[in-house]
């Protein structure tokens, strides 16, 4: 059973540095894709970013592009997001998901929601 652990969060002022971690068990499949989502109250689950696991290919929603560095590191099956110049906005439950493929069309990750994965959740906020 696949199980995905997120750790990190808390709060920081605007313009600040985070960084996030999961780590990802029970994988049999040796390539397959790692992100993160985002959900803050009010407003639908945005995509942050994601990295291909068995490849060196990552990705980034416009919004954070030159602000957040996705990681990973295969052997393992971790990865990592380490924010930068952190925005108020950017204040939001952040959650790991994997699926089997980083299909990325018109800058959006194409998770298949029905067959992904699921970490709990940690939560970032960036104070003024």
């Known amino acids: 059973q696949v199980k995905l652990m997120e750790s990190g969060g808390g709060s920081v002022q605007a313009g600040g540095s985070l960084s996030l971690s999961c780590a990802a068990s029970?994988?049999?499949?040796?390539?397959?894709?790692m992100g993160w989502f985002r959900q803050a109250p009010g407003k639908e689950r945005e995509w942050v970013a994601a990295?291909?696991?068995?490849?060196?290919?990552?990705y980034y929603a416009d919004r954070v592009k030159g602000r957040f560095i996705i990681s990973s590191d295969s052997a393992k099956k971790t990865i990592d997001l380490q924010m930068n110049s952190l925005k108020v906005e950017d204040t939001a439950m952040y959650f790991c998901?994997?699926?089997?493929?980083?299909?990325?069309?018109?800058?959006?990750?194409?998770?298949?929601?029905?067959?992904?994965?699921w970490g709990l959740g940690t939560q970032v906020t960036v104070s003024s």
């Open positions: 990295a291909q696991i068995g490849g060196d290919s990552t």
């Open positions: 998901a994997a699926d089997r493929e980083c299909t990325v069309i018109a800058g959006h990750w194409a998770i298949a929601t029905a067959a992904s994965h």
């Open positions: 029970g994988v049999i499949a040796s390539s397959f894709c």
